[in-house]
């Protein structure tokens, strides 16, 4: 199964690494296909800047740790017909995701999780752990 992590994830599982980010990162490297985009990873790599200065150069190892798909960023995803999001910046990643054909999105963003899509499926963590692991 294609996963994509949303940022928040990404910065949970290198920030803030615990029991249960391990497991989840565990269990999606080893059994499912991560799809990360451009947008995504400027984002975990522009708030790894302003909010951990220090941890730059871990936050560049950090991908080098994980495999992953790299995809390149849907843009104008309304004239694309994707549904409306209350944040627009989170648009390029929905329409990626759509576009991509990911079958999960993993996040902690509500304005994703309100969104009622048959695909890709968007979940939170805990969500995806219940459900796959």
């Given at each position: ?26 269990l999606v490297t ?67 995701a759509i576009f ?34």
């Amino acid at each position: 199964m294609r996963v994509m992590l949303d940022t928040n994830i990404l910065i949970s599982a290198a920030a803030y690494p615990s029991s249960s980010t391990e497991r989840f990162m565990r269990l999606v490297t080893e059994h499912h296909r991560i799809v990360l985009c451009d947008y995504i990873i400027n984002e975990f790599r522009d708030v790894v800047a302003k909010k951990f200065p220090d941890e730059a150069d871990g936050a560049a190892r950090f991908f080098q740790k994980i495999p992953f798909e790299l995809v390149y960023t849907q843009k104008g995803g309304k004239e694309l017909g994707v549904p409306v999001i209350r944040d627009i910046d989170d648009e390029p990643i929905l329409a990626t995701a759509i576009f991509e054909g990911v079958d999960v999105l993993v996040t902690g963003d509500k304005d994703f999780l309100s969104l009622e899509l048959l695909e890709p499926k968007i979940m939170t963590m805990a969500e995806f752990m219940a459900a796959f692991s």
